[in-house]
């Protein structure tokens, strides 16, 4: 469904994404991880056509995507900071959202499985963290999209709406949709992802099931096993 | 793009600055009205204040909107719109908003004081017309300028040193070129150099037009020596709006190849 071809990007000097290429098929969850820094948004960011690649080119349902706009309508995105503007109210923000794209939404459901019913009247600016967090969750899942991409998605969350979130997560899964989360929380991906995508200097360093990458690094434990890889970059 | 002005529009309507930049306008009506009471002469006072003011007011709007509003771009960013569109109709929203504050602003206590009947009232909705193309045209330039730059606070005082260049060093230098260079004929030059600088065109512009000789200076009288009042006002008006063209166009260029 999505193809990474020979994918580079530099930042000034610094080479974030340095010949990547990656397939992602149709269905399931795929986790992509990396250390800090390692350019987990900035894939994620090409593929929305927020940066420009220096070179390469992206698929998506076999067309590029480079230099077009039409092809998001398909897709979901949940950004890594959540900051809306202060003076809107988020049932104002919502219905603005909604009128930007002419497609089918559930948000009630999801506002009232959050709980954010006495929120809507309330300025953006007044909300906490987590509860923006939350408007960012509903405005991200009210659409019914193939592809769901999701940055850092559980930064603020209760514990509850962590639980609603992987309820959420699990259900767009059993639709058939294809699911790319990053995160640095372990218990997440152990939880959630079918696959692993892990990425380092700007290269696909592995590619596979938990499984797999536990047998590769000889490790049972998933967070030692991602810690492992990781400390081959500082070796 | 109509989506995206229309946020923008509103967005800024409900935001405090808006309605304080009305309220000036519209007190500094009333007290020029009061003081000259007469309204060709408040027209003359207005207009060496819209010209200063203005682009400072637009520049300033221009990239703090562009900063302030940063996050939420990248929320519009990821849905199914073109990117030139989003900007386009933040830029559109920021003038239009702008402007109408000074249009309401000014208009109603001209109004009130009997402007239909005065004979002023071209010189006037020239002065309104001039002081909306330097909104959209300083409102473009500070979005260039934001867009050019990642830092909030060095983008912030390259718009600022853009306007204090326009609207006082530029005349300082060109002045000083006059006085070195006197020796030979400066007549092409001076309106060459006139054409570089929208708040000196829009000065021209509204002097021919209100006829008053003393006011005019040097460029303004090279400048209706060589093409007349009509041709010269008709020439100023266009370059000004080629100072509107430009910019947008530079900042769709930019936006091509910007990452967010």
Known sequence: ?235 | MLKILKYSFYDLMRSRWSYVYFIFYLLLGFVLLFLNNDVSKAVITLMNIIIVLTPLIGTIFGVMYYYNSKEFTELLLAQPINRNKIFMGQYIGISLSLTLSLVLGLGIPFMAYGLFKSAAIFDFSLLLVVGSFLNFIFVALSYNIALSTENKIKGFGYAILMWLFLAVIYDGIFLISLVFFNEYPLDKFSLLATMFNPIDLSRILILLKLDISALLGYTGAVFRKFFGTNVGMLLSMSVLVFWVILPVLRMNFKLRKKDF
């Open chain 1, 1 to 235: 469904m999505i193809e990474f071809k020979n994918l580079h990007k530099r930042f000034g000097k610094l080479t974030v994404l340095d010949g990547l290429d990656l397939s992602i098929k149709k269905g399931g969850i795929f986790a992509i991880l990396g250390p800090n820094g390692s350019g987990k948004t900035t894939l994620i960011k090409c593929l929305l056509g927020m940066v420009i690649p220096n070179a390469g080119d992206i698929n998506f349902k076999s067309e590029s995507v480079l230099k077009k706009w039409d092809y998001r309508n398909n897709l979901n995105y949940l950004p890594q900071i959540a900051n809306f503007p202060p003076n809107l109210t988020v049932i104002e923000l919502i219905s603005m959202v909604k009128n930007l794209r002419p497609k089918k939404s559930k948000e009630q459901e999801l506002i009232e499985l959050f709980g954010l019913e006495s929120f809507l009247n309330k300025k953006l600016g007044n909300l906490s963290g987590g509860t923006k967090q939350k408007v960012n969750i509903v405005l991200t899942f009210m659409f019914d999209s193939e592809l769901i991409i999701l940055d850092e998605p559980t930064t603020g969350l209760d514990p509850i709406a962590l639980i609603h979130l992987k309820e959420l997560i699990h259900k767009e899964k059993e639709k058939g949709k294809t699911i790319l989360i990053t995160t640095h929380i372990m218990s997440v991906v152990d939880e959630l992802a079918d696959e692993i995508v892990f990425l380092l200097d700007g290269k696909i360093y592995f590619k596979g099931s938990i499984d797999a990458l536990k047998k590769q690094t000889e490790n049972d434990n998933l967070e030692h096993a991602i810690a492992n890889l990781i400390s081959k970059q500082y070796a």
